[in-house]
């Protein structure tokens, strides 16, 4: 597996991570590394040691001598893992949640207002 393989797993493992799970400053792409030291603990165990078999495999694969020695299918096998379990919660699926959240504040806002003009209604005697 080349260099440049390995690099672009580890950084869409990462961007993946940013996006689900936070740690990542606005306007940066912090490499996996880093992800696993800002939000690593967020992830369940298995997919906390593949990201680290992914982390080694990256740091590996900057050295040519030891990039060729470097167990790929491991690191492969490593970053499917870590796709199945980031991919699902998609920007499509954190957009329904958003809106879902923006839609109940608004709901309870309604509630909260209809609550209070019942309430004033019935101390001045109207209802």
């Given at each position: 597996m080349a260099?440049?393989?390995?690099r672009?797993?580890?950084d869409?493992?990462?961007?993946?991570?940013?996006?689900?799970?936070g740690?990542?400053r606005?306007?940066?792409?912090?490499?996996?590394?880093?992800?696993l030291?800002?939000?690593?603990r967020?992830?369940p165990?298995?997919?906390r040691?593949?990201?680290?078999?992914?982390?080694?495999?990256?740091?590996?694969?900057?050295?040519?001598?030891?990039?060729?020695?470097?167990?790929?299918?491991?690191?492969?096998?490593?970053?499917a893992e870590?796709?199945?379990y980031?991919?699902?919660?998609?920007a499509?699926?954190?957009?329904?949640?958003?809106?879902?959240?923006?839609?109940?504040?608004?709901?309870?806002?309604?509630?909260l207002?209809?609550?209070?003009?019942?309430?004033?209604?019935?101390?001045?005697?109207?209802?």
């Amino acid at each position: 597996m080349a260099q440049d393989d390995v690099r672009a797993m580890a950084d869409e493992v990462a961007a993946l991570m940013a996006q689900r799970l936070g740690g990542a400053r606005r306007g940066t792409q912090p490499d996996l590394a880093t992800m696993l030291r800002r939000r690593g603990r967020a992830l369940p165990r298995r997919q906390r040691r593949a990201a680290e078999v992914l982390a080694r495999a990256q740091k590996a694969a900057v050295t040519p001598k030891l990039s060729r020695q470097m167990d790929s299918t491991a690191a492969a096998r490593a970053h499917a893992e870590l796709i199945r379990y980031l991919r699902p919660l998609g920007a499509s699926a954190r957009w329904q949640e958003g809106a879902l959240n923006v839609a109940a504040a608004v709901m309870l806002g309604l509630l909260l207002v209809g609550a209070i003009a019942v309430w004033i209604m019935v101390r001045r005697g109207l209802v």
